[in-house]
């Protein structure tokens, strides 16, 4: 039975680096935007219907006044907060699952969106984000008028 030779010291070195740098390369694509420190993020569906981009974001136990929706530089950015409730008389907690603090969601949006015709609602832990798609104006022919002036005698 031949026995496996055991690591040098620099080859295990060598490997916890090779680790290391793998878990920072994950991470460099990690930038919380605003210096806001995402705590969770909420899952989120995105699909067309009837000429209209519709983004649902599950958001359950969160008033409204709890979200913000801006559209940025072709982007969706969804922030909130969810606080923690502790239920009256609990002194510990001996499992919690649900998340609490804050939270950001950026969509890059890959189509013409009219922002000014957009709405958002919150009903039964869903946000849904309704925004009309613009028509598409490349290939369109658009006239610009020539002024004509005259010349000085």
């Not at 040098?8 to 680096?17: E, G, M, R, V, Y």
């Not at 658009?142 to 004509?148: A, E, G, K, Y």
Request: aromatic share 4%; net charge positive.
């Amino acid at each position: 039975m031949s026995k496996k030779p055991s690591p040098t010291p620099l080859n295990a070195l060598s490997l916890l680096q090779r680790e290391v740098n793998q878990i920072f390369e994950r991470l460099a694509g990690y930038e919380p935007r605003d210096g806001m420190a995402t705590e969770w993020s909420p899952a989120v569906d995105v699909y067309e219907r009837g000429g209209k981009l519709v983004v649902v974001v599950e958001v359950p136990g969160l008033e409204a006044d709890h979200l913000k929706v801006v559209c940025r530089e072709r982007e969706l950015i969804i922030t909130g907060a969810r606080k923690e409730r502790r239920p009256q008389g609990v002194s510990a907690f001996l499992c919690m699952e649900r998340p609490v603090g804050q939270f950001q969601r950026t969509l890059s949006l890959d189509v013409t969106v009219d922002v000014r015709q957009a709405e958002a609602s919150l009903a039964g832990g869903l946000l849904t984000i309704t925004l009309p798609r613009l028509k598409d104006r490349r290939g369109r022919e658009t006239v610009i008028p020539v002024s004509w002036e005259r010349e000085a005698s």
